[in-house]
């Protein structure tokens, strides 16, 4: 596999071109943002933390017969994955109230809901990531409707399977943030990362949090916590 010119620089990655049109090469940065990038930092080792993360559970879904990008992780840094076009309405599927939802519904943080919850964003770093409904994306012509739907299915899906997953390392997924694009020859799969710069984790007994906020609130060292993650998601 040959790494050719770099496609498009996001905030915590880069993706390049291959040798094969279809291919594409993700390589995850240590840059560290949240509020839209208005609180941004360097934490060394954090891009590896991430792809070891990110490549793990997508070999868990993968094992599930879910449709997805991933392919397999090359470096450190760096994972093979599907060339897709990113649909640009994010999934956020919630189990607890936390964020945004907490700050836009008044429910208390760590509330459990009483069944998953799927929101959908539009996204659009210049209008804060509104919260769109499926009037919204059919009006603004953001996706097709029939893809919505199975993308919210999907959702869903890997909702159950992540559940259980991190269930059983004794961690609660309170939510997390999807994204699928359009492979070049159109099938519909997951895209991006999973990681805890887009999932809420937290330890199922002490609530203590493994994920971005605490880099968002301050709460200690982000890396410890994503490390601290790795290393439970790995033990049998
Ligand atoms: N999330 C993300 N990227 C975004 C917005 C949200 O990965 O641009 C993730 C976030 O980490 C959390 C979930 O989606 O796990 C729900 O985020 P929320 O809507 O609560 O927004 P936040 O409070 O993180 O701004």
């Known amino acids: ?42 934490i060394v080792g954090k891009g590896v933390i991430n792809n070891a993360i990110s490549s793990l559970i997508f070999e868990v879904l993968n094992k599930r017969s879910i449709p997805t990008h991933y392919i397999e992780k090359l ?22 109230a936390a964020g945004s939802f907490t700050r836009r519904y008044g429910v208390p943080e760590g509330t459990k809901l009483e069944k998953p ?11 804060h990531d509104p919260l769109v409904c499926l009037e919204h994306i059919k009006l603004l012509k953001l996706a097709e409707p029939e893809d919505v739907e199975k993308m919210k299915e999907i959702a869903l899906e890997v909702n159950e399977v992540l559940k259980a997953f991190f269930a059983s390392k004794d961690i609660l997924l309170v939510d997390f943030k999807l994204e699928f694009g359009k492979t070049t020859d159109g099938r519909l799969v997951l895209a991006d990362e999973i990681s805890p710069d887009s999932c809420r984790l937290w330890d199922a007994k002490t609530k203590k949090k493994l994920d971005k906020d605490v880099f968002r609130f301050d709460l200690g060292d982000l890396k410890e916590a994503y490390q601290e993650l ?7």
Do not use: C, H
């Open 230 to 236: 790795l290393n439970r998601l790995r033990e049998k």
């Open 1 to 42: 596999m040959e790494k050719r010119e770099k496609l498009y620089e996001g905030k915590a990655k880069i993706i390049y071109a291959t040798d094969q049109p279809d291919k594409v090469i993700i390589y995850f940065k240590d840059d560290t943002t949240a509020f839209d990038g208005v609180k941004k930092e360097q």
């Open 117 to 127: 919850l799927v929101e959908t964003f539009w996204k659009n770093d210049e209008l």
């Open 75 to 96: 470096s450190d840094r760096e994972m093979l994955a599907l060339k897709v076009e990113i649909i640009p309405v994010e999934v956020v599927v919630r189990n607890f």
